[in-house]
């Protein structure tokens, strides 16, 4: 009996991958490779190349692997691009969801953890979020994931699965710096680049409604989001028929852009680059932390890394990968 990680060859896939495989799980990965690299995968992790919005080959990968559980992270999850191309998103985030979850209600596998974000929040007007703070999403990125949650939990409901919808707040850091970096257009790898041509890292706005006018946020280290997708696993082996849970994964700590920047510039040797505020970027909240208490109640998780591991892990992955 196996566990599938649909997206297990991109980068938080790949991490937990090996959090799973450490915990003496077996499991398969089910990627398409439009964006995952099979070179992340550990020896000996059977890689089934396919798109989630294929059916048949998910009917014969649940069978063949005699799936107990999916960890469900596959999904297109650039905000700016979700704004342009929409469809693209409804389709592989939430159809791509519905085909998953049809194939798994006729395999009778019944566990499933969802990859969900902060973004399905949007502007929240509080100093934390709770699981129950309105969802009020402010991207088609932001809605294909609260579609998404919608459709887990009346699956659930409908059909007795196990289920659990993980919020990720901001990921960062590296576990391995073989596994390299995300590559994505988030706050670490843009400054790091920016730092490594020479350049002043930007700050998108510093009028903002904070203490030093630039956006807070919740960073969280991807072996700590690794660590909770395998914690929710596991609660979900013994949990019963129509368990249902939504949790923020989080630290509860809020870090400005500003700090975030300074400790980069610290960690690379690089203080005499000053950052360079330029315009805001649309659609940017002004502080959303995670209240991080559900999840430590109900699966006993806690992050174990701050936001210093964060910096070196990232800066050591970038210098893997960037040489
Ligand atoms: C963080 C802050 C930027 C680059 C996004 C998604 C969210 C989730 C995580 C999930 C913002 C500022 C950035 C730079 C800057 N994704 N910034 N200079 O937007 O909080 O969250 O990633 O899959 O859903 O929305 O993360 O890292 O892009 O930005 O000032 O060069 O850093 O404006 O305030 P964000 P981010």
Known sequence: MSWMITGGAGYIGAHVVRAMRAAGQSVVVYDDLSTGDAARLPDGVPLVTASVLDRARLDAALAEHR?????HIAAKKQVGESVERPLLYYRENVTGLQTLLGAMVDAGTERLVFSSSAAVYGMPDVETVTEDTPCAPMSPYGETKLAGEWLVR???RAHGLRVASLRYFNVAGAATPELG????YNLVPM????IEA???PLVFGDDYPTEDG???RDYIHVSDIADAHLAA???LETAPAATELTLNIGRGEGVSVREMIDRLLAATGRTDLH???VERRPGDPARIVASADRIRAELGWSAAHDVDQMITSAVAGRRHTHG
């Open 154 to 156: 009346a699956a659930a």
């Open 191 to 194: 400054v790091l680049e920016r």
């Open 67 to 71: 799936v107990r559980g999916v960890v």
């Open 198 to 200: 020479g350049l002043p």
């Open 181 to 184: 970096d995300p590559g994505a």
């Open 214 to 216: 630039t956006c807070v």
């Open 233 to 235: 696993a596991e609660h």
């Open 275 to 277: 950052p360079e505020t």
